[in-house]
């Protein structure tokens, strides 16, 4: 099925059905991203990226149905007033998911980030010669503290 037929079967759907479904992905697609944020706060990384794939899918999924809706905006406030003041409600607690959930990944990031600058620091530290400068005191050579390690910024 073309991208375009998909569009227009979505479009054609009845107004109830169209909005159900719709809060049906948004539903799922706010749970996966609460469950995500859950395992990011105790600090369960790499349970939390086994979610990535499934809120991939289900942003999609959300995302097709949302943009039907936009579409279809006036029939379906004429045909299901209730179901569309429902995805609003509903779209407001995505906002607010998605919102806790980036403050998260940032603090999870700034975290890492913090941990794997101290340790290059220390690992910089223990493989600098110790010698005297012209003042008698250590010299430190802050561009040799990361020798070896590298930061991936990529969470």
């Known amino acids: 099925m073309t991208a ?7 479009d054609s759907l009845p107004a109830d059905e169209l909005c159900r479904m ?8 706010v749970d ?8 990011l ?11 990535t794939p499934e809120k991939t899918r289900l942003a999609q999924d959300y995302v097709s ?7 279809q905006g006036p029939r379906l406030k004429v045909q299901a007033p209730a179901a569309v003041e429902r995805l609003k409600a509903g779209h407001e ?13 940032a603090t ?5 980030e913090d941990l794997l600058t101290d340790v290059a620091k220390i690992v910089g530290q223990q493989n600098r010669a110790k010698t005297y400068g012209r003042g008698g005191a250590i010299t430190a050579d802050p561009a ?4 070896g390690i590298a930061i991936n910024r990529a969470l």
Do not use: D, K
């Not at 706060?41 to 979610?51: C, E, K, P």
């Not at 149905?65 to 579409?71: E, G, K, L, N, P």
């Not at 999870?108 to 890492?112: F, I, K």
């Open 4 to 10: 375009a037929a998909r569009l227009a079967a979505l």
């Open 22 to 29: 719709a809060e049906i992905a948004l539903a799922a697609l």
């Open 32 to 39: 996966v991203m609460n469950q995500e944020t859950t395992l």
């Open 41 to 51: 706060r105790a600090g369960h990384m790499r349970q939390a990226s086994t979610l």
């Open 65 to 71: 149905f949302a943009r039907s809706v936009q579409r």
């Open 93 to 105: 607690r995505l906002a607010t998911q998605m919102a806790e959930n980036l403050r998260v990944l």
């Open 108 to 112: 999870a990031r700034m975290v890492t």
């Open 144 to 147: 040799a503290s990361a020798r």
